[in-house]
């Protein structure tokens, strides 16, 4: 494999969304439950095994690229090369009111996944929001993408919070769950 190069991303196309942004598979999801009673609310994410593999496949829609070309001026986002080629992408965005940095995709091409390229995006990022003074990163992924939740804890995030209708209103029906991850840089 070539050199895996990092740099700061200047723009970014639907095509190049398309090469990163393929979607998952799994064959585990963290079940979410909710239990509300009159003096405590239990919320759980319990991980289990699925009798067949859940297949995500990412839809990108023309209103995200636009709203992503803003979010790379900041000059936040990163992409990374190999040979020239993009293999990655971390678009990101400075929310200064909390000192955050909303990580709005992540993404690596199927080629070059379990390579350390998502890694070196995180980390890039990481030295990033320390220099300007940012407190924390959060991501957000679906309690069924397993795969990005173990490659998030191994990066140094930790699930920091659920959101039961971040998708519809019958999200914990359908099955498909908003988890927000977070790596405290502080």
């Known amino acids: 494999m070539s050199v895996i190069e ?12 398309k090469r990163v942004m393929t979607g998952y598979v799994s064959n585990r999801k963290y079940a979410v439950e909710k239990m509300e009673g009159r003096d405590q609310v239990v919320i759980s994410a319990k991980l289990v095994d699925l009798g067949e593999p859940y297949v995500k496949n990412f839809p990108i829609r023309h209103d995200e690229i636009e709203h992503f070309q803003q ?3 900041q000059k936040l986002s990163f992409a990374a090369y190999c040979g020239g080629q993009l293999v990655g992408v971390a678009i990101a965005e400075r929310r200064d009111w909390n000192r955050t940095l909303w ?3 992540l993404g690596v ?4 996944r379990r390579m350390g390229v998502g890694r070196q995006l995180v980390e890039t990022l990481a030295g990033e929001a320390k ?7 959060v991501c957000e992924t679906q309690n069924t993408n397993v795969p ?5 804890r191994k990066a140094g995030f930790e699930l920091d919070g659920i959101d039961l209708s971040y998708y519809t209103n019958a999200d914990v029906k359908s099955g498909e769950v908003a988890l927000f991850m977070k790596r405290k840089l502080e």
């Not at 220099?131 to 990163?137: D, H, M």
């Not at 990005?148 to 998030?152: K, P, T």
């Open 148 to 152: 990005a939740i173990e490659f998030y």
């Open 6 to 17: 990092i740099g700061r991303l200047e723009s970014i196309t639907l095509d190049d969304l």
């Open 109 to 112: 091409a199927e080629s070059h």
């Open 131 to 137: 220099a300007v003074g940012l407190r924390i990163i």
């Open 71 to 73: 979010v790379v001026r």
């Open 103 to 105: 990580v709005w995709e």
